[in-house]
């Protein structure tokens, strides 16, 4: 049995709790937890954080807390005010919020339209549904002019990353690349999943993208060609178990 680790003590916990307060103006439970008994974890957590969610990448400071919001509405994390907060300090307002609600609700009405593909596409071929979808969101955005459409493609991508919507998004990713929007925010846009939904979500909607570039439906740049060229992609393989005989 491995040793246990040292407990913080409880001095530490409050030095670490103060400096994380300080450090970002506001404390969550969990931090408390980890402040406790799992320190190490802590120490990660915020570089990944800092990493996922502050450092600059792709997406500019709007972008990124446009993407946030529509992230955390559709994901219902209301914990996650701080967005709100950076949403209005870096540059967005009432009718560009009131835009990201209205994608988030797009996202959440797509089953009329995933119905239609798998079921009864045959009888409406005037309506391709995956056209119909985005023609839908086109609509959406001619009434809402404060918003760039590459920005709307990616909020509207995470969101349905975020909800594991699988149908809508390869129909949403398809739209960003016959759009330009650059594969490096794409990326950029679906990682924040993994903050507020796991990294299962993240895998999901990567595994969605990675099969769009194999089936030749879109065409990638050179470096994310190499991802899509790379063989056995699916994880650790389990050999089948046999049955001993004469066991049930």
């Known amino acids: 049995m491995s040793t246990p680790s040292r407990l ?16 970002r103006g506001y404390l969550l439970p969990h931090q408390g937890a980890m402040a406790a008994a799992l320190p190490d974890l802590q120490d990660v957590y915020g570089v990944v954080y800092k990493t996922l969610t502050l450092d600059p990448h792709h997406l500019d400071a709007f ?56 079921s009864w596409q045959a009888y409406f071929p005037a309506s391709p549904a995956g056209s119909s979808y985005i023609a839908g969101l086109t609509d959406l955005l001619r009434s ?33 690349y016959a759009h330009g929007v650059a594969e490096a925010k794409i990326a ?37 060609q190499a991802w899509a060229d790379t063989p056995d992609q699916d994880g650790f393989k389990l050999p089948p178990r046999t049955t001993v005989a004469g066991t049930p």
């Open 63 to 118: 972008e990124r807390e446009f993407v946030w919001l529509g992230l955390l509405v559709a994901a219902r994390e209301h914990v996650g005010t701080h967005h709100v907060d950076l949403f209005f300090r870096t540059g967005g307002n009432d009718a560009q919020a009131d835009t990201v609600f209205r994608l988030v609700a797009w996202a959440q009405g797509h089953t009329a339209y995933e119905f239609l593909a798998e």
């Open 188 to 224: 950029e846009a679906l990682s924040l999943v993994l903050w507020p939904c796991g990294i299962n979500r993240f895998l999901e909607a990567c595994d969605v993208w990675l099969d769009l570039m194999r089936s030749g439906e879109v065409q990638p740049s050179p470096a994310f």
């Open 144 to 176: 809402n002019p404060d918003v760039e459409p590459g920005l709307a493609r990616l909020t509207l991508a995470a969101c349905h990353a975020a909800l594991g919507h699988h149908w809508p998004l390869r129909v949403v990713l398809r739209d960003c």
């Open 8 to 23: 913080p003590s409880p001095a530490e916990v409050r030095q670490r709790l103060d400096a994380f307060r300080a450090r």
